[in-house]
């Protein structure tokens, strides 16, 4: 299972991912989400890396549930967000209408394709009447193993079909960035922001 893989990297380079992305700047997609929200609104982080998220999210007066596949990641995000980090699958999420938006910011594209409805439709499921969720995936059509660690890229077009599977959610808004790491600039991102109906 190429999940597996992935989880193995990120428990074994989980020092090196926090250093290259818990200080990288993603204030303006932050707040096309968090604009969408109500104060004190309650926001799941799916899969929260280095907790960098979560810990902006709270201090700007959000509740938070962090969680992510990664034992070693849940350690460094509960120390740096300051809150209890659970370790969960996207496939074990079982919350139903509890939050009002869900930030999958480059996570879920760890998934094949198949597996990915299945966690999209469970996502649905945990938002509230009208919830949003953020989330991104590398721009292309290529789906596999890339640098250890499992990858599916998605266009437009290929997420507007992929979509179809899940009638709750449709797309509001979405647009392509560039990536904010350094040395990474040529790389594009598809971010969108999705709508439960």
Same mark, same amino acid.
């Given at each position: 299972?190429?999940?597996?893989?992935?989880?193995?990297?990120?428990?074994?380079?989980?020092?090196?991912?926090?250093?290259?992305?818990?200080?990288?700047?993603?204030?303006?997609?932050?707040?096309?989400?968090?604009?969408?929200?109500?104060?004190?609104?309650?926001?799941?982080?799916?899969?929260?890396?280095?907790?960098?998220?979560? !810990? +902006?999210?709270?201090?700007? #007066?959000? =509740?938070?549930?962090?969680?992510?596949?990664?034992?070693?990641?849940?350690? /460094? *995000? @509960?120390?740096?967000?300051?809150?209890?980090?659970?370790?969960?699958?996207?496939?074990?999420?079982?919350?139903?209408?509890?939050?009002?938006?869900?930030?999958?910011?480059?996570?879920?594209?760890?998934?094949?394709?198949?597996?990915?409805?299945?966690?999209?439709?469970?996502?649905?499921?945990?938002?509230?009447?009208?919830?949003?969720?953020?989330?991104?995936? !590398? +721009?292309?059509?290529?789906? #596999?193993? =890339?640098?250890?660690?499992?990858?599916?890229?998605?266009?437009?077009?290929? /997420? *507007? @079909?992929?979509?179809?599977?899940?009638?709750?959610?449709?797309?509001?808004?979405?647009?392509?960035?560039?990536?904010?790491?350094?040395?990474?600039?040529?790389?594009?991102?598809?971010?969108?922001?999705?709508?439960?109906?």
């Amino acid at each position: 299972m190429p999940y597996n893989n992935t989880l193995n990297y990120y428990n074994t380079h989980a020092a090196e991912f926090c250093k290259d992305t818990v200080n990288v700047t993603l204030f303006s997609i932050q707040q096309q989400f968090l604009s969408r929200l109500e104060k004190n609104a309650y926001i799941l982080d799916f899969g929260c890396g280095s907790g960098r998220d979560t !810990k +902006y999210f709270l201090e700007q #007066g959000y =509740r938070v549930a962090a969680v992510d596949g990664s034992q070693s990641l849940c350690q /460094f *995000a @509960e120390t740096y967000a300051g809150i209890k980090v659970r370790q969960m699958l996207f496939q074990e999420l079982s919350d139903h209408q509890i939050y009002d938006g869900i930030w999958a910011c480059s996570s879920i594209l760890h998934l094949p394709v198949k597996e990915l409805a299945d966690v999209m439709q469970k996502m649905s499921d945990a938002l509230k009447r009208r919830g949003i969720i953020y989330t991104s995936f !590398k +721009y292309g059509k290529f789906a #596999g193993e =890339r640098n250890g660690r499992y990858f599916t890229d998605m266009t437009t077009d290929s /997420f *507007a @079909e992929f979509l179809q599977q899940i009638n709750s959610l449709e797309i509001e808004k979405q647009w392509v960035t560039f990536d904010v790491r350094p040395k990474r600039g040529d790389e594009q991102w598809l971010n969108l922001i999705l709508r439960k109906r």
